[in-house]
């Protein structure tokens, strides 16, 4: 069902405080400035060819490259800041029991918005971590042109983000189906749901019956199957969901 309002019965079921997840993509993130994957005009991936810069072998070709192409990403996240979406879930986190985020996002907004129950399924852009022997470290410098050597074994560290081709985080998969299983409400909040495994997490949810709402402006493979569909922006959204859980005793 289409809803350009908030439909009474989604307001409803949250004041009922239901174990809840949102699974966030790059849509969240838009009106903070970031561009996502895959909108026509402005999306990241109509720019940029994926498997030239996103995929370990464009960094065994060209690690310069890749590092720079990140290191220029990191730069534009470092200059913007949370928007009222990224707020409104930390807000939501106080307030209910058990509430978590599933992020395919790896900007760290929702950790800047104060959100501390985060799973990063495609990591972290905020880490980089050893081509060669996989230590991990803090990313430190946005400015240098060329990837830094591991301290432990000399490689190339690159950003600790997940790559075409690469499995997702297995700790990080396994504890969203965990949350998933357990989650009597989710919301699913600016994905194109086109990746896997992500995209399988919110037809998990649907799959075994529990409510779920996807929140974004345009249609995705998930609309004709969720139960509640509002054609809206996150940071407008968001912000009425979790208005009504503000209350004394939910702080
Ligand atoms: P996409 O770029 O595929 O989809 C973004 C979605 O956000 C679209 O469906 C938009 O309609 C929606 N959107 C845009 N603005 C919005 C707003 N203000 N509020 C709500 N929704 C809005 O991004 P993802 O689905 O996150 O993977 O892409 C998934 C993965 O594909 C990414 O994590 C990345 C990419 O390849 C890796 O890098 C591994």
Known sequence: MFHARLPQQLLAS?????????????G?????????????QTGLWARYRPQQLASPEAFE????????WYQWRRRIIAAVEP????????????ALDSFCVITQNVDGLHRRAGSRNVIHLHGDLWGNRCQRCAALSAHEDNTTMRPPHC?????LMRPAVVWFGEPLPAS?????????ACAELVLVIG???????????????IAQGSMVAELNPARTPLSAKVRWRLELRAAEALPRLAAPLRRPSAR
């Open 14 to 26: 949250l004041a009922a405080r239901p174990a809840t997840v949102a699974l966030t993509g790059a």
């Open 172 to 180: 990080a998969l396994s504890a969203a189906a965990e949350r998933i």
């Open 151 to 155: 301290a432990r074994c000399g490689g």
């Open 61 to 68: 070709r060209d690690p310069c490259l890749v590092w720079r």
């Open 28 to 40: 969240i993130s838009a009106e903070s400035g970031i561009p996502t994957f895959r909108d026509a």
């Open 191 to 205: 994905t194109s749901g086109q990746v896997y495994p992500a995209a399988a997490l919110a037809e998990q949810a």
């Open 83 to 94: 928007n009222a979406g990224h707020r409104a879930l930390a807000e939501m986190e106080k």
